[in-house]
C-alpha cells in the first residue's frame, strides 16, 4: 500500500511534455478504412473532389493513410499551451467507494472554457481555415460542445462561425447557446427555415426534435452557398481522431512516467472524437504487436451503432449531400427517441473505428441512460466533478468493470476518458433528479426504418 501513495491524485505533465506531433492510427492499420464514395459515381472521392466542402490541408490529412506522425504547427501548439497538458486523475474515492481492488484512472478533458475535448481539433481546424484565407466556417452540434468549441477557436483566428445545432439541444441548453453567441457565433436550431434540406425535413416530420443527420446537411448547404466558407466537423473524420490523438498520447505519457500499464481502456462513442483519440497510441502498440489491451466502446442502448448497427456504406448526413462513408450506420435517417438525453446522438461511426471494431480489435457495450446517469451522479460526489451526460457512458463501463475485479479479486488498470463537464446539461440532470427520465430502446422495427434507407449496390451492406 506504501507504494499505491507515490502515485499522485494527479498526474500532471509539464509544458515540454505537450504533444509536438498527432498520430495517426491508419499508419498502423492492416486493413486501412475503406474511403469516401461519391454517392452518385460510387467511386473513391480525391483531393479534387472534396475540395469544395472541406479546408485543403484538412483534406490531405483525411486522405493520409501512411504517415504516423504529423507535426503539430507551432501556433497550435501555443494554443494548446492554455489548456494542456490536462490530469490524469487516479480515481481514489471512486476505487474505495465500489471497495474494488481494481486502480481506475481518468484522462479529464474539461479544464477549458468549452468544457470539453472538442477544442483539440477545433483550434486545427480553424487555424487551417485561416491559413488558407477563408472567411468563416459553418458547422453542426449536437449537445453543444462542438459548437461552443469551434467558436472558441474561431474567435482566436477572427473567423466567422456559422452552428446549426440540433433543435432539442437548442431549447435544452440556452447557456451553452449564449457561450457560442458570446464567442461570436451564429447559432440556429436545426432543422430550420433557412436551407432547403431543413425546410424539408420540417415539412416531412412536423414537430421534428432534429437529428445531428440533419444539421450537418444544413451545414454543408449553408457553405455551398456562402462563398469563402468551408464546412468543419467536429467527429468521426480521419483528421478529427488524429487531432485529438493528444488525448491519448497525454495519457501513455503519464502511465509512462509512473510505470504503470493499463489492462482496460474505455471510452464513450458517439462519432468517435474522443474514444479514437484516447485509445490511439495504445491501438498502436496493439497493432504492432507490442502490448495488448482490452479497448471498450460504450454507447447508449437508444443510439446503438456499433452493438446493432450495420457496417455498410451510408451517408454521413440526413439530407443526403455528404459523401458516403463505410462504417457502422443505424442509417442516415435515424432518430433518436427525444426522450434520449444522453448525447451521442449520431446515426453512424468513425470509419476508423468502424473498422478496428470490425476486425475484432476492440468491443463495444450500449448502456441505458437511467444508469448512465446513476454512474454519474457517483462518481460527482466522489469524485467532485459533474461529467458530461457523454463521459458518463464511460464511467457507468468503468465502475462496471471495478465491480468485476471485486467480484474476483484482480487487480486489474483501468483508464476512462472524462471528456469534459456537464454543467451546461442540467436539463438531464433534472429529469434523472425528479424521476421522470425513462430508458428507451429502439426496437428491431425501429431499427429497420433506418436500415432502409441505406443505400442499396452490389456488396453494400456486408452485414
Given at each position: 500500500m506504501a507504494e499505491e501513495k507515490k502515485i499522485p491524485y494527479k498526474?500532471?505533465?509539464?509544458?515540454?511534455?505537450?504533444?509536438?506531433?498527432?498520430?495517426?492510427?491508419?499508419?498502423?492499420?492492416?486493413?486501412?478504412?475503406?474511403?469516401?464514395?461519391?454517392?452518385?459515381?460510387l467511386e473513391p472521392m480525391g483531393y479534387e473532389d472534396l475540395r469544395p466542402v472541406f479546408c485543403d490541408e484538412l483534406i490531405k490529412q483525411e486522405l493520409d493513410n501512411e504517415n504516423r506522425y504529423v507535426p503539430i504547427p507551432e501556433e497550435i501548439q501555443g494554443f494548446y499551451k492554455m489548456y494542456r497538458p490536462s490530469p490524469l486523475m487516479r480515481a481514489y474515492r471512486l476505487e474505495e467507494k465500489l471497495q474494488t481492488p481494481a486502480k481506475i484512472y481518468y484522462k479529464f478533458e474539461g479544464n477549458n472554457t468549452s468544457g470539453s475535448h472538442k477544442l483539440n481539433s477545433a483550434i486545427a481546424q480553424a487555424y487551417y481555415a485561416k491559413k488558407q484565407g477563408l472567411k468563416g466556417v459553418t458547422t453542426e452540434t449536437g449537445a453543444g460542445q462542438w459548437g461552443t468549441a469551434l467558436s472558441m477557436a474561431c474567435a482566436y483566428f477572427g473567423l466567422d462561425c456559422k452552428v446549426y445545432m440540433v433543435k432539442v439541444s437548442y431549447e435544452q441548453k440556452p447557456f451553452r447557446r449564449e457561450v457560442m453567441r458570446t464567442y461570436g457565433a451564429t447559432v440556429t436550431p436545426s432543422p430550420s427555415m433557412e436551407t432547403e434540406v431543413g425546410r424539408k425535413m420540417n415539412k416531412e416530420f412536423p414537430g421534428t426534435t432534429g437529428s445531428l443527420g440533419c444539421a450537418i446537411s444544413e451545414a454543408v448547404e449553408a457553405e455551398m452557398t456562402n462563398p469563402g466558407y468551408r464546412y468543419v466537423l467536429g467527429s468521426v473524420l480521419n483528421q478529427v481522431l488524429m487531432h485529438q490523438s493528444v488525448i491519448g498520447v497525454e495519457t501513455k505519457t503519464a502511465l509512462d512516467k509512473y510505470g504503470i500499464k493499463a489492462d482496460i481502456i474505455i471510452g464513450c462513442a458517439g462519432g468517435g472524437s474522443n474514444l479514437?483519440?484516447?485509445?490511439?497510441?495504445?491501438?498502436?502498440?496493439?497493432?504492432?504487436?507490442?502490448?495488448?489491451?482490452?479497448?471498450?466502446?460504450?454507447?447508449?442502448?437508444?443510439?446503438?451503432?456499433?452493438?446493432?448497427?450495420?457496417?455498410?456504406?451510408?451517408?454521413?448526413?440526413?439530407?443526403?449531400?455528404?459523401?458516403?462513408?463505410?462504417?457502422?450506420?443505424?442509417?442516415?435517417?435515424?432518430?433518436?427517441?427525444?426522450n434520449h438525453a444522453g448525447g451521442l446522438r449520431y446515426h453512424g461511426m468513425s470509419p476508423v473505428l468502424s473498422r478496428l471494431y470490425h476486425d475484432g480489435y476492440m468491443e463495444a457495450v450500449s448502456v441505458e441512460q437511467t444508469a448512465v446517469f446513476e454512474a454519474a451522479e457517483m462518481f460527482a460526489r466522489v469524485e467532485g466533478i459533474l461529467p458530461a451526460p457523454e463521459s458518463s457512458h464511460a464511467i457507468r463501463v468503468a465502475v462496471d468493470e471495478a465491480l468485476k475485479c471485486k467480484e474476483t479479486g484482480e487487480e486489474k488498470t483501468i483508464v476512462f476518458g472524462l471528456t469534459g463537464t456537464g454543467y451546461f446539461d442540467m436539463v438531464a440532470y433534472e429529469q434523472f433528479n425528479n424521476k421522470t427520465m425513462t430508458d428507451y430502446i429502439p426496437t428491431d422495427a425501429d431499427l429497420q426504418k433506418g436500415f432502409d434507407g441505406i443505400p442499396k449496390f452490389p456488396g453494400n451492406p456486408d452485414e
Open positions: 498526474i500532471y505533465l509539464d509544458e515540454s511534455e505537450i504533444p509536438t506531433h498527432w498520430y495517426s492510427v491508419r499508419a498502423d492499420m492492416k486493413t486501412k478504412p475503406e474511403p469516401l464514395l461519391n454517392p452518385g459515381a479514437g483519440g484516447l485509445i490511439s497510441p495504445f491501438m498502436g502498440e496493439k497493432l504492432r504487436g507490442e502490448a495488448d489491451y482490452r479497448i471498450i466502446a460504450v454507447e447508449p442502448a437508444s443510439c446503438p451503432s456499433f452493438t446493432r448497427g450495420k457496417f455498410a456504406y451510408d451517408f454521413c448526413d440526413t439530407g443526403k449531400v455528404c459523401p458516403l462513408a463505410k462504417m457502422y450506420t443505424l442509417g442516415s435517417g435515424f432518430i433518436p427517441s427525444a
